[in-house]
């Protein structure tokens, strides 16, 4: 029987020029079974253009940008093989006692995060 493809890129796309990925996670309980996830979860990255504040300050994005869980992912931690070249940072909705999320709740918090890089862009200038 074929592994089910259980990490999925289930949106990419682009908002005020910047690319938005979205990936399905799914994580099983390690015992042979149909497969039931246990917990699904996502993971939503944003790209940083060289222009952006945060693309030369990404030890900032964690404490200073505001999403869900917060932060937990930046090209500091290595290269991520699922994402295009690019400079991207990310969040996982995988939290004990979170909402509910779907691929459009975290579409919105990508959209939330360009929109405080753009606001951090202009205080800078």
Known sequence: MQEPNINKTV???EYKGRRVIIREMRQFA???TSFSPLQDYYCGYV???PSD???NHLSETESCLSVYGGITWTPEYGKLADL???CFIGF???HAGQPPFS???VLNDCIKLIKQIIKRNE???
């Open 123 to 125: 205080e800078e200038n």
């Open 47 to 49: 790209e940083l253009l």
């Open 30 to 32: 390690g015992i042979p």
């Open 53 to 55: 504040y945060y693309y």
């Open 92 to 94: 996982d909705t995988a």
């Open 103 to 105: 691929q459009q709740t």
């Open 11 to 13: 949106f990419e796309g």
């Open 84 to 86: 295009p070249n690019g």
